[in-house]
């Protein structure tokens, strides 16, 4: 991997999450999937369960559907590759359990700083669609667009992802 932290955007089936499952991989580390899906429904659950399938047996998992600071200062280590997937979904739990969006953010883009291993993360950028109609929807979308800001900016390099195919958004140099 080129730089220490990644960060993977793109729209609904962009292929941003395959293609941070396939820059995990080339890193030749142990591979750690945290995840912050929450299985509400059969339909969620099926997807789960299906992308756990996809990974297979070299990946070990864990959920941290909120406290996603906490679970990569704990789990980061230089052998091994964080990868998370997804940071909408853990800004739609912080909206949904009423935590402070803000705060959590600030929490993350630091354990990502301080973190002794490459760290992967995977998001959807959700600010090239019309304007929502309804206010939770714009506070979620605006959310969402406020996040990923603040990782990009605490990464070393950025990709995005259009139709399978990356484009480097940011990439520092390394010298």
Known sequence: MKGRSLF????????????????????????????????????MEDRIAHHRQERGGAWKTIEAP???APAIRENAAADTVLLIDCLTLWTSNLMLAGFDIAAATELLTDAIA??????????????LGIVPDNTLARRFRDAAGIVNQRVAAAVDEVQF???????????????
């Open 8 to 43: 993977v955007l793109g729209g609904a089936r962009s292929g941003k999450s395959r293609y941070a499952q396939s820059r995990t991989e080339e890193t030749g580390l142990t591979r750690l999937f945290i995840a912050t899906a929450q299985a509400f429904d059969g339909e």
């Open 66 to 68: 909120i406290h996603l």
């Open 114 to 127: 301080d973190a002794h291993g490459p760290v992967i993360l995977v998001s959807n950028e959700v600010g």
């Open 161 to 175: 992802l259009v139709s399978g195919l990356p484009i480097a958004v940011k990439q520092k140099s390394r010298g």
